[in-house]
């Protein structure tokens, strides 16, 4: 089994900076891929980043130029730095990993305010 802790989320200005966190615990080793979502109110879950554990990263267009994804294998843990953010990325973001089966974090507020 996979946990998934995610921090760092909260309220910002539009053209701010957050970084989000998401430490993973359990077997690590087995995970694939890990990946951010968001889910704002009446929208489905959508892709927002993801990494592979041989670090290839891909972004939603929507985020492209703005958004990061990283990852430090020593301290088990995956980053989204979001940079130029915007009302429309308000959302709930939840970290996600792939190790043949799926784990979710418990999801952080992201607030941009225009």
Sequence with gaps: QVQLVES?????QAGGSLRL???????IFSINVMG?????????REL??????GGSTNYADSVKGR??????????TVY????SLKPED???YYC???????????GTQVTVSS
């Design 96 to 106: 996600r990993a792939l190790y043949g089966k799926i784990a979710w974090g418990q």
């Design 67 to 76: 958004f990061t994804i990283s990852r430090d294998n020593a301290k088990n």
């Design 90 to 92: 308000t959302a709930v």
């Design 80 to 83: 989204l730095q979001m940079n």
């Design 8 to 12: 760092g989320g909260g309220l910002v």
């Design 21 to 27: 966190s998401c430490a993973a615990s359990g077997n």
């Design 48 to 53: 927002v980043a993801a990494i592979t554990s």
């Design 36 to 44: 951010w979502y968001r889910q704002a109110p009446g929208n489905q």
